[in-house]
């Protein structure tokens, strides 16, 4: 399966590196593309294994919203 997240906040390599590492730590999430200028966030991952709601409080816990 794969989806995008819009996330508010994303400004700099920082951000990209801390939304992208909290993502892939999850167990399931097998891919992790930020697109910083468009603040979209596309991820592949095993349908069962990992909730949208599971990538969305990985996000928020680094500090950034996740608009639905």
Do not use: F, P, W
């Not at 997240?5 to 801390?18: D, F, I, R, Y």
């Amino acid at each position: 399966m794969q989806t995008t997240l819009n996330v508010k906040g994303m400004t700099c390599g920082h951000c990209e590196s801390a939304v992208k590492g909290a993502l892939e730590e999850i167990k399931g999430v097998s891919k992790v593309k930020v697109h910083l200028d468009s603040g979209k966030v596309d991820v592949k991952y095993k349908e069962g294994k990992v909730s949208l709601e599971d990538m969305r409080e990985a996000i928020e816990d680094q500090g950034y919203d996740v608009e639905s």
